[in-house]
């Protein structure tokens, strides 16, 4: 097909959408942050550099070019965390990653949940609740939390209701931090979990909310976190903080994530 002077084949436009959808994916990771300046300078001086280069201009083409190449390596690190974010979108978002065979294959198909466990976390972090504690449990799927196991104090003790609670009780010398169930253990107390700070995230969230949604981002682990001033009930799962939800929903929600294959975006 011919557009003026252009032709365009079909890899033309498939092109154009890829580029745009890119973009789109690319925009969307940094709006809002300070990184679109960042991300929007460097789209200037590009185009800068390609008017440059089409009017033959060859010493300044040579600087820029050479301008683009570090600043490419400085854009890696300026954008570590949306580069991170990026790939565990496209990671988890695949129909490949969701299927059934390759998830066996990886060894990444979630175990099923004991309920009786699960029933003994919930009813524990219904006490905490009332008991206005403040707490963090993070609940173990497929990913591998080990990294965060070891920023704590190990425990590897039975799942039990009196121990979860004594844990999280204001006066013990573990109640700071994230406690980490993982293979149907109280693996370790204490735990230090990365903090969501993407513009998406209300300023008036707190530290323990902000490290229950960014430990939910980082990983496929469920996280209840209990608020110490509301004694309210809140669920992060994959990003999203579903905020004071009942005891008897919290029970439901998490039974159908942790036993469920499916890996939301
Ligand atoms: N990165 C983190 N990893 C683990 N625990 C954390 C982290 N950040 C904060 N906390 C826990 O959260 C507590 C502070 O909570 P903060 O009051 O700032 O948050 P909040 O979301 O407003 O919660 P609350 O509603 O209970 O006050 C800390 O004492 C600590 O136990």
Redesign the pocket.
Known sequence: MRLGFLTFDWTDFLDIILVAVLLYQVYYLVKGSIAIRVFLGYLFVYVFYLIVKGLGLELLTAILQYFMGVGAIALIVIFQQEIRRFLLIIGKSTAFTNSRFLNSFLGTTAPKFDYSNLKIIVDAARSIASDFN?A?LVIKKTDDLEKYTQTGEALDAVISKPLLVSLFNQYSALH???VIISEGRIAASR?????ADGADVPST???????AIGMSETTDAAVIVI????GRISLAIEGELFSNIPASELELRLSEYLNSNKQKV
């Open positions: 403040g963090l700071d931090g994230a735990c230090i979990l990365p903090v969230i707190g530290f323990r909310h902000r490290a608020s110490e001033q509301t």
